[in-house]
T-cell receptor, first 119, second 112 residues
């Protein structure tokens, strides 16, 4: 099992360009997440998807769109990149392992990250 | 806004010493998680402690939770150079039952 995979690993964009970050998981998890990590800020949630076909905004959604293509894949799109979007982006997934677990107890599994620079 | 805040922000110790890092949070929770992040990598789940637990062990890790003080601590005993990483606490997000909020992290350096 590959776990959570992300592509690309690195990307440099010019201001105004667009791109899509891809994420896939093979753990049959219902929930998937996109975070950004900036120095001194920890991880901040951009968007999440509680199940296939649903998406919802997180803490910092402005400038981003997402698509939950199917249960495995969750993509993040920057329509018009800005220097403020320079960051490391992480995708994560979570799902119930035990019947008695509630969603608040689910651990999250992270991808290796995408380092994005916007010039 | 951040729910969890780690303290200290950075910690440097000698190999073999114990490392303690703390997490404080603001609202009532039913569980708290700790994650590790090696440089340039994604986060890895270490341990989850439920609100009805006061202490939990996993190998060289010991986690405590004090719900009255809204705080948790992570103790790494007999540290190794491989423990060098950033450590984050995560608490359930107040706005959604499947989301968590991460703290800003403690950067631990273990000197061989």
């Amino acid at each position: 099992n590959a776990g959570v995979t992300q592509t690309p690993k690195f990307q440099v964009l010019k201001t105004g360009q667009s791109m899509t970050l891809q994420c896939a998981q093979d753990m049959n998890h219902n929930s998937m997440y996109w975070y950004r990590q900036d120095p001194g800020m920890g991880l901040r949630l951009i968007y999440y998807s509680a199940s296939e076909g649903t998406t919802d905004k997180g803490e910092v959604p402005n400038g981003y769109n997402v698509s939950r293509l199917n249960k495995r894949e969750f993509s993040l799109r920057l329509e018009s990149a800005a220097p403020s979007q320079t960051s490391v982006y992480f995708c994560a997934s979570s799902g119930r392992r035990l019947l008695q677990e509630t969603p608040r107890q689910w651990e999250q599994f992270f991808g290796p990250g995408t380092r994005l620079t916007v010039l | 806004s951040q729910q969890g805040e780690e303290d200290p922000q950075a910690l440097s110790i000698q190999e073999g010493e114990n490392a303690t890092m703390n997490c404080s949070y603001k609202t009532s929770i039913n569980n708290l998680q700790w994650y590790r992040q090696n440089s340039g990598r994604g986060l890895v789940h270490l341990i989850l402690i439920r609100s009805n637990e006061r202490e939990k062990h996993s190998g060289r890790l010991r986690v405590t939770l004090d719900t009255s003080k809204k705080s948790s601590s992570l103790l790494i005993t007999a540290s190794r150079a491989a423990d060098t990483a950033s450590y984050f606490c995560a608490t359930p997000h107040s706005g959604g039952y499947q989301k968590v909020t991460f703290g800003t992290g403690t950067k631990l350096q273990v000197i061989p």
